[in-house]
């Protein structure tokens, strides 16, 4: 599945806690999508996903959720992303 970045940012906490964010679209689907990320070491990532915007498709909303879930690449380029702002 095709996707765009649109923004990207993460943060470390004082406890060296992992915080991020990711806007992001997908091919085909009309709502923009933020996630956020964290982890307590940097190794394995909790996230939530919502709309970045405005509400859209509900039904969008869970295939891309089942896609986070399904496609590792997809959701480990989101979070190289969103790493990738630390260093910058």
Known sequence: ???QIIK???KQDED???LGHVTFTLTGHS???????FS???KE???????????GNEDELLKVD???EEDDDLFEALVD???ESMEQ
């Open 66 to 68: 089942e896609q986070l």
């Open 45 to 55: 990532w909790d996230y939530s996903l919502n709309f970045a915007a405005e509400s």
């Open 40 to 42: 307590k070491r940097g």
């Open 1 to 3: 599945m095709e996707f």
């Open 16 to 18: 060296k806690k992992y």
């Open 81 to 83: 992303a969103a790493r």
């Open 8 to 10: 990207a940012d993460m």
């Open 31 to 37: 709502s923009k999508y933020e996630i956020t990320l």
